[in-house]
């Protein structure tokens, strides 16, 4: 087989080949001289090549790099558990998910990335970082929520390039759960008792505690499940409350309420929800088990979207 002069002289000089474009490249080079391609890069978890770019994506075969983030799950000891997925169409995990307990506070945390906005991965996971820090030291839900939006704004280097999320939180102390939310991320109460006629104690429809605005009206909820939030978003789905530096001035809906018998509260991202309309939800049990069975419902049911789930058990679930 005829040797050309380049590999030649890249073989004398013991370089080797560009792993995407395979000219020969010397060593100490940082750049491959004929496609730009970054020396040294990390390899790719499927074709093996060294050619995974800063995003994560692998320049020979395309492959998105797995993460941490594709899959995670958290158990905490007094039961309270908590899985994010990747799912099945999305290329990267851009929800994110913070579960916390100190002392008799159990916090949950949970962040959307906007699809539509750069770096959507980053905005979830600072928000989630800031807020669950400040709610399990025992601050406001203003003031987590403040925190939260913060973090995210720093992220942009303008408004047209600015990473956004939506955002719920909970704190659940001595059978009090308190929330505040903004976008489209939801929280649910999953009772131990059938829910078709209400238990006394048990709000069905969730409170607006702005001053600004009168209550919500009632709230659709999936067959055993109670709807805590509400959206903020128009019939057609888009959102009108997020956190970013293009955000405007958004401030958090608040609710607090005390069950009045044993269950769960679910906080979720649209990945789950959307596959809940008519589904009828589990009956309360082992909050890890039953954050596994409603992921395999929303994998199963398309897995179009990332999917995150949180469950804090209150009171001795059956």
Not at 50 to 62: K, L, N, Q, S, T
Not at 83 to 94: C, H, K, P, Q, Y
Not at 172 to 178: K, N, P, T
């Amino acid at each position: 087989m005829a040797v050309t002069a380049p590999e030649a002289r890249a073989a004398d000089a013991g370089a080797g080949a560009c792993p995407v474009c395979g000219t020969p490249v010397y060593e100490g080079y940082a750049y491959c001289e004929k496609c730009g391609h970054t020396l040294g890069s990390p390899t790719c978890a499927s074709c093996g090549a060294a050619a995974v770019d800063p995003e994560g994506y692998c320049e020979r075969c395309g492959l998105r790099q797995p993460t941490g983030r594709d899959h995670a799950e958290i158990v905490l000891e007094g039961g309270a558990a908590a899985v994010t997925d990747r799912g099945l169409r999305r290329s990267r995990n851009e929800d994110a998910v913070a579960l916390l307990a100190a002392g008799r506070s159990t916090v949950a945390v949970v962040c959307d990335g906007v699809g539509s906005s750069p770096r959507a991965d980053e905005a979830s996971a600072v928000a989630v970082e800031a807020a669950s820090a400040a709610l399990i030291r025992g601050l406001s839900h203003e003031e987590a929520f403040e925190l939260a939006g913060r973090a995210v704004t720093k992220l942009a280097t303008s408004v047209d390039d600015a990473p956004a999320c939506t955002y719920v939180a909970a704190v659940v102390r001595d059978g009090r759960i308190s929330l505040a939310w903004a976008g489209d991320t939801r929280a649910y109460w999953l009772s131990a008792e059938p829910l078709a006629e209400p238990p006394d104690g048990i709000p069905t429809r969730p409170l607006d505690a702005r001053p600004d605005g009168p209550p919500d009206g009632p709230p659709d909820g999936p067959p055993g499940g109670a709807l805590l939030t509400t959206d903020d978003a128009i019939e057609t789905g888009e959102i009108t409350a997020w956190l970013g530096a293009d955000a405007g001035d958004v401030r958090p809906h608040v609710r607090v309420f005390e069950p009045q018998e044993p269950g769960l509260l679910l906080v979720c991202s649209d990945g789950l929800w959307r596959y809940l309309d008519g589904h009828p939800l589990p009956a309360p049990g082992d909050p890890q088990e039953l954050a596994r069975e409603l992921l395999r419902h929303a994998l199963d049911s398309g897995g179009q979207d990332n999917i995150t789930i949180a469950l804090i058990p209150l009171g001795e679930l059956p």
